[in-house]
Nanobody, 119 residues
Framework: QVQLVESGGGSVQPGGSLRLSCVVS????????MGWYRQFPEKERELVAS???????YYTDSVKGRFSISRDNDKNTVYLQMSSLKPEDTAVYYC?????????????WGRGTQVTVSP
């Protein structure tokens, strides 16, 4: 059974930082491209960042220079380090994975973690 479990969300002031983690079980993690998506209220889920099996990253333009995605294959974990957070980053963040190299992994999903950026 494939499971993706996110953690690390919370509330932070503008300019602050958070690190999201996603622990994956039930798969051979190193054979999966992984990604982080976010969903605003009444909006479609959008890709934030992804990382290939060989750890090549992709970022959407709005987070370049502020967010960093990484993976630890020994811990079956993908991270999203978020810095210089803005109120418009407020959303539910989801982890996703796909067993091939793609910049939009979407086959398996976690349940999400809320990130709130406010004064």
């Amino acid at each position: 059974q494939v499971q993706l479990v996110e953690s690390g969300g919370g509330s932070v002031q503008p300019g602050g930082s958070l690190r999201l983690s996603c622990v994956v079980s039930g798969v051979t993690f190193e054979n999966y491209a992984m990604g982080w998506y976010r969903q605003f209220p009444e909006k479609e889920r959008e890709l934030v960042a992804s990382i290939s099996m060989s750890a090549y990253p992709y970022y959407t333009d709005s987070v370049k220079g502020r967010f960093s995605i990484s993976r630890d294959n020994d811990k079956n974990t993908v991270y999203l380090q978020m810095s210089s957070l803005k109120p418009e980053d407020t959303a539910v963040y989801y982890c996703a994975g796909t067993p091939k190299n793609t910049y939009q992994p979407r086959d398996y999903w976690g349940r999400g973690t809320q990130v709130t950026v406010s004064p």
